[in-house]
């Protein structure tokens, strides 16, 4: 009988074992996902603030492209003024050398434009618009 009760013990002890076995995996496995959904957690964070850093990021990269789109706007129509004005200019002078009683001024177009005398000239002299130098 003592060898039955002996097997008995040894099965229990077994059993008791394996429950602790159990035990010890169940607990592992819960630190496990307890560390899993923390990192799982973190990551999402990480993203988050990514997601704030991209917005405010596009948000300035917007407002930057509208303000060169305007000044664009602005350079551009002020350019069609201009061609419009240098066109206008153009026409004027060519009516006066062909109205004109000096046959000097006829021969304008031959002689070469000295830039350099003409931007010192320019900076000692202010000229507003066109009207200035028509009037």
């Known amino acids: 009988m003592s060898s039955i009760s002996t097997s008995d013990e040894a099965d229990e002890q077994q059993l008791s074992l394996i429950n602790e076995r159990k035990q010890r995996r169940m607990v592992s ?6 560390r899993s959904r923390m990192r799982k957690q973190k990551h999402l964070d990480e993203l988050w603030s990514q997601v704030v850093w991209f917005r405010n990021e596009n ?21 069609a003024q201009l061609k419009e004005e240098t066109s206008d200019l153009r026409q004027m002078l060519t009516d006066m050398q062909l109205n004109s009683p000096y046959p000097l001024l006829k021969d304008l177009e031959d002689i ?11 900076s000692n002299q202010s000229i507003t618009s066109s009207s200035d130098l028509l009037g």
Do not use: F, I, P
């Open 29 to 34: 496995n819960r630190e496990s996902a307890r």
């Open 59 to 79: 948000h300035q990269l917007l407002d930057k492209l509208n303000h060169v789109s305007e000044c664009h706007d602005r350079v551009v129509h002020e350019n």
């Open 112 to 122: 070469t434009c000295d830039t350099a005398y003409l931007g010192s000239e320019s």
